[in-house]
């Protein structure tokens, strides 16, 4: 038999905790974000389990410690601009929502943008904006950026990306070779350049170029 709901989400936020995620703010949006509203179907009853979950379109919802460490990793001030790449199920960015300022967040997959806009208007979440398009690129119109957070795992850092982060700004995305061995890193931009460090392994779908076929 599975526990009533506010037993699950206090384990919820047990987790968190035991994995890191220390950060008041961090801690305060992801109990106030439900993540129940962006786990659909079959795994609807999972989704207070610290584990990342299928959604739609054959990609996944982040593990919460993992959303929580990068989450706090980007350490967000209330007047950041901030873009997301990889929008998936939208729980990265309604968090993103109760930190930032201003949330861009871009999806390849227009669907997957489409059903995360229902929700941020659903819960009022009125600084967020989804588009439909190759993060790889970035969003130039909106650049430069005070934060990027990739969802996705590239080879390394793209460029784009690089390039619309503010001085002293700070991008958090997993990188790696293959789909097995990934790291979260932590790039800050520098006047001069750019300073990076492992933060820890991760394991996330793989950041893909140009649109999804399925839109
Ligand atoms: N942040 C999401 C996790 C989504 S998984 C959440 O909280 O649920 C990563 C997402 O990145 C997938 O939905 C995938 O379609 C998307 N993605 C992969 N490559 C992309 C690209 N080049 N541009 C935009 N989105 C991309």
Sequence with gaps: MTEPLAERKMQFMY???????????VLTAMEKIDR????KGLFADRAYEDTPLPIACGQTISQPSVVGLMTQALNVNPRDKVLEVGTGSGYQAAILS????????????????????????????????????????GLPEQAPFDRIIVTAAAEDAPGPLLAQLKVGGIMV?????SDAV????KVVRTDDGYDYQEIRPVRF????????RDN
Excluded: C, W
Excluded at 15 to 25: E, F, H
């Design 36 to 39: 129940g509203l962006f786990v």
């Design 205 to 212: 779908v793989p950041l893909v170029e140009g649109m999804a």
């Design 98 to 137: 109760q930190l930032a300022r201003r949330v861009y967040t871009v999806e390849r997959h227009r669907r997957l943008m489409t059903e995360a806009q229902q929700i941020f208007q659903e819960l009022d979440l009125a600084n967020v904006t989804a588009l439909a398009a190759d993060g790889s690129f």
């Design 182 to 185: 990934q790291s979260m890193i």
């Design 173 to 177: 995305l997993p990188v790696g070779q």
């Design 15 to 25: 987790a968190l905790r035991s994995k890191g995620v220390t950060d008041k703010a």
